[in-house]
């Protein structure tokens, strides 16, 4: 295969995950694109001095990191970014920005924190800003900053120690005793099983500390632990569906989905993953369900809370859809619970034509399955006059409320939640 169809192949392998990699540091899916096309450019410049093809994630992370900080820096001035620069005294926020490995699932879990420190940044004071790009960014020497900022040496180290304390400063809730805390990102994946009290001690412990200094995290997992309390069980030989949506920013919402089903042979299967270590043959299908392809899949979880390791794959029937399957787990159990978390690029809630005060919602979920089946949309505690039009009421649950429809659907029916609430 020549160099050009190696790299057309490189290029279809990445450019999913790469224009929403891209999409989380700029919030911009324009400039997203702009950054994606940009990494590739440079990627193909280099391509063919390129050797190490096993990390090829983490080549693209880098170029694309270092594209997203030129199109964030206020003063659009082209720069190489060279985050290795900081300094052996500020060797934690090298640490901070490229330590995490860049599979799919952990270059969406360094978002968050990268850009905050890139906000942290641009926040500074612009001379101040203008010194801490030469010396950190670009890498450039105290004399050569000093030279070109045209200023003396002494005040390039005064403003560089200005600048990286006012980072440290901005980045101190997400700081304990110089160590990372979880970021909001990795804490939404565990907030359900959280609230649930269907959770590892590892993954408590994180969340628990990451819950002590952000508030709003803190606040929904307290409405979600409201929300626990109000879904009604299913019973004992039926299947009990969910679908729980948060709108977390302007275009992500976040997902919490799942069901619980009697397996009656669990006790077979469990003898099969202790022989196996856990492991699934890709041959055998075991637990799987599908979703629109555009959903980002961030985690799967058991009754107790392990996580589960799962593939995706293109659903042959529908080619806007994927499937997943799990590949990995602890056990089974006689009443198994698949629990999903992720986020869809979308908002959930729609302005009124007719009144720009009022804001329209509707939500719906076709799960093919005869089940107990409930969709809960969550709502800022602020918001006035919910008025439900299809589904059963709200849930008063805190920080937010739960709009619902909840009830037993057969394989072929529809369940939509639909109502309209006034901003607060």
């Not at 450019?41 to 190490?52: N, P, T, V």
């Not at 508030?215 to 109000?230: M, T």
Request: aromatic share 10%; hydrophobic share 40%.
């Amino acid at each position: 295969m020549n160099v050009e169809r190696q790299f057309e192949a490189l290029v279809i392998r990445n450019q999913d995950w790469l224009l929403r990699y891209a999409t989380s540091l700029v919030r911009d899916h324009q400039i997203a694109e702009d950054v994606v096309q940009e990494t590739f450019l440079r990627a193909f410049r280099a391509y063919s001095g390129y050797e190490d093809r096993g990390r090829e994630r983490r080549w693209l992370l880098t170029i694309a990191r270092n594209v997203a900080l030129n199109h964030l820096n206020k003063r659009d001035r082209r720069c190489e970014v060279n985050l290795y620069g900081l300094g052996s005294n500020d060797q934690y926020l090298e640490d901070l920005i490229l330590a995490q490995a860049p599979s799919a699932e952990e270059i969406a879990l360094a978002d968050e924190l990268t850009r905050r420190v890139l906000a942290a940044i641009r926040n500074l004071p612009k001379s101040h800003r203008t010194t801490f790009y030469y010396r950190y960014i670009q890498n450039f020497s105290v004399h050569e900053t000093a030279a070109l900022t045209e200023q003396p040496p002494g005040s390039v180290k005064s403003k560089c120690h200005y600048a990286m304390q006012k980072v440290r400063r901005s980045l101190f809730d997400y700081l304990v005793e110089g160590k990372y805390v979880m970021s909001c990102q990795q804490a939404h994946i565990c907030l359900w099983q959280y609230a649930q009290d269907a959770i590892q001690p590892d993954d408590r412990a994180a969340v628990e500390r990451h819950l002590k200094v952000c508030g709003e995290c803190s606040d929904l997992a307290e409405s979600l632990r409201v929300l626990v309390q109000r879904i009604e069980p299913a019973q004992e030989h039926e299947m009990r569906h969910y679908l729980i949506s948060i709108q977390v920013d302007d275009n992500r919402c976040l997902s919490y989905f799942g069901l619980i089903a009697p397996v009656p042979n669990y006790d077979e299967l469990n003898a099969l993953l202790q022989e196996r270590d856990g492991l699934i043959p890709a041959t055998e299908m075991w637990f799987t369900a599908g979703y629109d392809a555009e959903f980002q899949h961030m985690a799967e979880f058991d009754n107790e809370g392990h996580r589960i390791e799962f593939e995706q794959f293109p659903n042959p029937n529908n080619p806007g859809n994927m499937r997943y399957r799990y590949r990995k787990m602890v056990r089974v159990y006689p009443r198994h619970a698949m629990s999903s978390v992720g986020y869809w690029p979308r908002v959930l809630f729609r302005q009124s034509a007719h009144n720009p005060n009022v804001v329209n919602v509707q939500m719906q979920n076709h799960l093919n399955a005869v089940a107990r089946s409930g969709l809960y949309i969550a709502v800022p505690g602020s918001a006035k006059n919910i008025r439900v039009k299809r589904g059963n009421g709200v849930i008063a649950a805190g920080a937010y409320n739960f709009a619902y429809a909840d009830r037993y659907v057969g394989d072929d029916e529809l369940l939509v939640l639909e109502f309209s609430f006034e901003k607060g």
